[in-house]
């Protein structure tokens, strides 16, 4: 019993113990661990296998994506039929279904506080889904702690649309501007995209969201330039900031499970004014996360703006999805040409990991959820090593360490089982020579220009974000 047609996403649950698959036709499946052996094609060992639990009926037509509640204890799917439905794990069935969107709604998100459920479609909307507020002259109950993220979906709504930004008239006179009304232009691009996924992704601490197939022109009669918003938790008014791509439209975030040390001296970009723009996210750690656009990877941190690395010519049609391992030394990247390429860091490349007890009560729960959805069960069984159509290595300098922390870090590595992959090319947009064009990106405060033609006097092509 399984899928008869082709699978579109697969998604660990936050505890582990289940797989979630769905497809095309609808056929959406849960799967968990095998006791029994099976034998593998071609290989004389055996390899423990996964079995259905259950098999959801709801979908008619393809289902685009998943997202797990942080408990586990929910789904939610999003197909084409316009629609996405929000599931109970347990019992196998369907709790309620969200039908706002008018076109394909190809991504879904679950916020790891299990407050948001937020959707994005091909009718260029991204809708936030949220508890309904106390009724009017009705006293607010007070709601158990221990109430599972499955019995408050019942409660969802619409609560905000994520559509458009207010952009100022340009007219050949100021007095012309003040007088003529903003243009409204649309955040995202509409369905002649070239990919059927829009992934958004939140934060492990949930603190913002960063939103994909985003468009931006900085006036009406501007060229338009692919990009990837970024949304503070509950500022839904306009994003706060913009993350440029490449010629391709971005397709996938995926953030790494783990949180990071920040780096003494981060990498410092000539183009950004003051600190503010050079850490556009004022945290007390650092995030990393991979942005997919059809041709390419783009890994950022929060403590710059410029991109960690660029991994480019990977693939021969275009990308559909990312998956980071729960250590955050593996990047999975999947593509249409039917490989997927594993990207491979060293031990601290990407930096100290964040120790647990120097974390929020509140940010250490969701960031432990977090690291177990990446992370496979105790029982899963381990890939085979496939050939993909690149190998190498990402070369990031790591940042300096005292041996103890240095030892720590090592214990927690030898506590997690990376899956055996092959590793692919990274090129690190650290200005060595390459043949990619690099991308240095410095949010610039709204309403300034752009920089100037004399800052532009490298090879490669300069791309500056702003603040929206």
Known sequence: ??????????????????????????????????????????????????????????????????????DSSALVSGSIENICIIWDVEAGARKCRLEDHRHYVQGVTWDPASEFIISQSADRTCRVYGSKGPVLGKKKGKKSQAASSVHTVLDMQCLHVLSKRAMPASGPSEQEQEDSKPQRLSLFQDEQLNSFFRRLAWSPDGSFLVVPCGQYKQTADSPTLFTAYVYARGHWAQPFLRLPATNKAVVAIRFCPQLFSLRDCPPQDDGAADTQQQQPFQLPYRMVFAIATLDSIIIYDTQQASPIAVLGALHFEAVTDLAWSCDGTFLAISSYDGYCSIASFDKGELGEFVLAADLPPHIRERVACAAKQAAPAASTPQPHKTPGPASGSANMPPPSTSQASRLEQEEDFNRMSPLPMRKMTACIATGEKSGMKRIAPTPIVAGNSRPDSTQATKKARRIAPEAV
């Open 1 to 70: 019993m399984g899928h008869t047609r082709d699978v579109n996403t697969v998604r660990f649950a936050p505890s582990g113990q289940l797989l979630a698959s769905a497809g095309v036709g609808g056929e959406m499946y849960l799967w968990k661990p095998s006791l029994e052996t099976q034998k593998v094609f071609g290989l004389e060992e055996t390899d423990p296998g996964w079995k259905t639990s259950a098999a959801l009926r709801g979908h008619t037509d393809d289902v685009q994506d998943l997202a797990w509640a942080p």
